[in-house]
């Protein structure tokens, strides 16, 4: 088996918005940073476009067909965070299938462990809105593609980006086929995620909103990871698990007051990438914010090597030593 696959598509340079925050600069510095590192050892593929079926099991037919519209007409503001052009309804659509494909990847055999690499991001896109700089919820694709496809009954969601992912959050709210857990700063945009929120209907129980205050750093977040996320996935009997990798809980990102370091990143994926390994499933990283390119680049590196390696030696991660320790914990 390959140590894992990455998914990818130029139309991710195709959603143009110009000096906003969320820009075609942050596709073109993590690519040209995995290309010379040869991506890490990952093979790489083109994704596919989503097929309207897989949006259609998340989205509105209607919704779906008046973002396509919205693009095909030149674009323009939808919110006064949300911004789209003409190529962004591809670059969505090739965010959705590459995310697809990895689901496909993972539960085919063809690899263990891989990532979709693309923009916009998706996590606050619900089923019939966009906002927050998402257009089509790539994660909740993946997810219910997982279950429609593949016959899984029990996928789980780990959201690390330092906003609360609100669409996903939503869309399975009432959904016990899909664990969401979300580590996300608060108060911030966009104002969602309290504890108390655990669900509803069927579906109670199966969401896991762990807010932190700003100014919360690795230790914390790890803490997190490791002794709340991990022990609930386990119990869950996780099939499949897809992480919301957002790296704007940087240290070094604009838009949030979190601390964490690209160690922390390493260590949190550490954690995750053990457990599944113990249970014997897919690990599937979807590409979500961060906002200074550096953060941005050396947080996703970090994450993808502890990701791939799960026997690394320290020298290989060892970012300080919380990552170090946490990466030879993979190999107890």
Not at 23 to 35: C, P, T
Not at 132 to 161: K, M, P, Q, T, Y
Not at 258 to 271: I, K, P
């Amino acid at each position: 088996m390959m140590a894992g696959v990455i998914y990818r598509h130029d139309a991710s340079r195709g959603h143009d918005t110009g000096t906003h925050p969320e820009r075609i600069a942050r596709i073109e510095a993590i690519e040209h940073e995995l290309a010379a590192r040869d991506w890490l050892g990952y093979a790489v593929t083109d994704s596919p476009a989503a097929t309207a079926a897989q949006l259609h099991a998340v989205h509105g037919d209607a919704y779906v067909a008046g973002l396509e519209a919205a693009c095909a007409a030149g674009g323009g503001a939808l919110d006064a965070d949300t911004v789209i052009s003409r190529g962004s309804f591809a670059a969505a659509s090739h965010a959705a299938g590459g995310a697809c494909a990895l689901v496909d990847a993972l539960l085919g055999g063809t690899a263990e462990v891989g990532a979709s690499l693309h923009r916009p991001p998706g996590h606050h896109a619900d089923a019939d809105r966009a906002m927050g700089f998402c257009l089509l919820n790539s994660v909740a694709v993946a997810a219910r593609h997982a279950i429609d496809a593949h016959g899984l009954e029990r996928v789980a969601i780990l959201d690390w980006d330092v906003h609360h992912g609100n669409g996903t959050n939503d869309i399975f709210h009432a959904d016990p086929r899909v664990l969401f857990i979300s580590i996300h700063e608060s108060p911030l945009y966009p104002g969602t995620g309290p504890a108390s929120d655990c669900g509803s209907g069927a579906g109670e129980g199966f969401t896991v909103n762990l807010p932190v205050p700003a100014g919360t750093g690795d230790a914390a977040y790890v803490s997190l990871v490791e002794h709340v996320a991990v022990p609930r996935l386990r119990e869950h009997r996780t099939q499949l698990l897809l992480v919301s990798a957002g790296f704007d809980a940087h240290a070094d990102d604009p838009l949030a007051g979190c601390q964490v370091s690209d160690a922390g990143f390493a260590a949190m994926t550490a954690a995750v990438r053990r457990l599944t390994d113990e249970l014997g499933i897919g690990l599937g990283i979807m590409l979500e914010g961060g906002y200074d390119l550096g953060a941005l680049t050396r947080g996703l590196i970090a994450t993808l090597e502890v990701a791939a390696q799960p026997s690394v030696g320290d020298a290989d991660v060892a970012l300080d030593p919380l990552a170090a320790q946490a990466a030879a914990r993979l190999s107890d």
